[in-house]
């Protein structure tokens, strides 16, 4: 089955440290996006990409960094220059830009 | 700036009643307006696609109008269910970028009571 996947599920991140979160789709997709969404406020858009080697800064990429190296993939890093990144982080992909975007399940970061 | 507003935030419903959904949007000028289903804990599943030409689509129970000129959209949801408890996004594709960023109201969490 088609879909995209997000890893891990749950993560914790020490004071200082960068994490990374995994996205992977099998979709075909050209198009990739991450978003952060933050309890009773809706999905704020981090970074995009619109094809391999490219990508942009989305509303709030301060203390985010991606990669889109391959096709498949789109990890973001939650550096410790992002002060409250307690959040629940979303990838989804489209097939090219103006079109529907499929979601993940997410990942939870919480602060330890 | 583009404003995507949800209310009520949250609502509850005995089964078989029909649901009523609002979303309303500051600027008139959008690609196309988007409705998501969240379960808890999880990823957005994407319910219906209205695009800026159209005035409502449907997909069996559900049926989203979309009426521009007063920056308003509706999900309709017949004979509600339990298993469609749940929190429902309403997000605006906007023109203003290249591209279809979308812009996303905060939710409407929906409990549908046996």
């Known amino acids: 089955d088609g879909g995209i996947t997000q890893s891990p599920k749950y993560l914790f991140r020490k004071e200082g440290q960068n994490v990374t979160l995994s996205c992977e789709q099998n979709l075909n997709h050209d198009a990739m996006y991450w978003y952060r969404q933050d309890p009773g406020q809706g999905l704020r858009l981090i970074y995009y990409?619109?094809?391999?080697?490219?990508?942009q800064k989305g509303d709030i990429a301060e203390g985010y960094s991606v990669s889109r190296e391959k096709k498949e993939s789109f990890p973001l890093t939650v550096t410790s220059a992002q002060k409250n990144p307690t959040a629940f982080y979303l990838c989804?992909?489209?097939?090219?830009?103006?079109?529907?975007?499929?979601f993940g399940d997410g990942t939870r970061l919480s602060i330890l | 700036k583009q404003e995507v507003t949800q209310i009520p935030a949250a609502l509850s419903v005995p089964e078989g009643e029909n649901l009523v959904l609002n979303c309303s949007f500051t600027d008139s000028a959008i690609y196309n307006l988007q409705w998501f289903r969240q379960d808890p804990g999880k990823g957005l599943t994407s319910l219906l696609l209205?695009?800026?030409?159209?005035r409502e689509q449907t997909s069996g129970r559900l049926n989203a109008s979309l009426d521009k000129s007063s920056g308003r959209s509706t999900l309709y949801i017949a004979a509600s269910q339990p298993g469609d408890s749940a929190t429902y996004l309403c997000?605006?594709?906007?023109?203003?970028?290249?591209?279809?960023?979308?812009?996303f109201g905060a939710g409407t969490q929906v409990v549908v009571t046996p």
């Open positions: 989804a992909s489209s097939i090219a830009v103006n079109q529907p975007q499929h």
């Open positions: 990409s619109q094809i391999v080697n490219d990508f």
């Open positions: 209205i695009q800026s030409s159209q």
């Open positions: 997000a605006v594709g906007l023109t203003t970028d290249s591209w279809g960023k979308l812009q």
